[in-house]
């Protein structure tokens, strides 16, 4: 089945450093690849949707130049949290939809996530 | 816009007793529903969906039926086993809302041996 590899699955860094994570779909092509934030005991929110060759699209009240996303190719999109600070601390997920699905309603693949600390 | 309602756990049940997990919605057209499932320490995976009214989706023993005259998206199982305790996530996604996720606030259960 298709897989999503996400990179790394647990970070801790020091506040005022940035951080990046990787989401690859290893076995098909996603146009679109989605990055979740997950707050303690929270869902999951949407924070943007990457398109590969294009700039993202933020979620309302999703700061662009703190959280930023590249999708450079059809099987990587990168989030890079900068500056980052304890308030970053989360579960960060990301999703992807394979290109060549069904166009409407092709099931999600997911990352197995990222855990952000920030010291 | 469209929203996701569940029940808020933890639930927690003892090995082979009946579960039920309430999620209801409001969408502005037909969406697709399904419930998705985080393992401790693990990544979201796709339990089951439904793509229309009365559809049932099933799997490993989890069932869910569409209805859409009560808005509602019930996960059941039968029979719980202790690995299935996780957080279960009801979702939807819709065609005019480019296909995009909204998430439930997730339920997690805790079955007990």
């Known amino acids: 089945g298709a897989v999503v590899s996400q990179h790394p699955s647990r970070v801790i860094c020091k506040s005022g450093t940035s951080v990046k994570i990787e989401c690859r779909s290893l076995d098909f092509q996603a146009t679109t690849m989605f990055w979740y934030r997950q707050f303690p005991k929270q869902s999951l929110m949407l924070m943007a949707t990457?398109?590969?060759?294009?700039?993202?699209?933020?979620e309302q009240g999703v700061e662009k130049d703190k959280f930023l996303i590249n999708h450079a190719s059809l099987t990587l999109s990168t989030l890079t949290v900068t500056s980052a600070h304890p308030e970053d601390s989360s579960f960060y997920i990301c999703?992807?939809?394979?290109?060549?699905?069904?166009?409407?309603?092709?099931?999600?693949?997911f990352g197995n996530g990222t855990r952000l600390t920030v010291t | 816009g469209n929203s996701v309602t569940q029940m808020e756990g933890p639930v927690t049940l003892s090995e082979e007793a009946f579960l039920t997990i309430n999620c209801t919605y409001t969408a502005t057209g037909y969406p697709s529903l399904f419930w998705y499932v985080q393992y401790p320490g693990e990544g979201l995976q796709l339990l089951l969906k439904?793509?229309?009214?009365?559809d049932k989706g099933s799997n490993k023993g989890f069932e869910a039926t569409y209805r859409k005259e009560t808005t509602s998206f019930h996960l059941e199982k039968g029979s719980v086993q202790v690995s299935d305790s996780a957080v279960y996530f009801c979702?939807?996604?819709?065609?005019?809302?480019?296909?995009?996720?909204?998430f439930g606030g997730g339920t997690r259960l805790m079955v007990k041996p």
């Open positions: 979702a939807l996604s819709e065609i005019n809302a480019g296909n995009m996720l909204t």
């Open positions: 439904a793509t229309k009214a009365d």
């Open positions: 990457s398109n590969e060759g294009s700039k993202a699209t933020y």
């Open positions: 999703s992807a939809r394979d290109r060549w699905g069904p166009r409407y309603n092709s099931p999600l693949h």
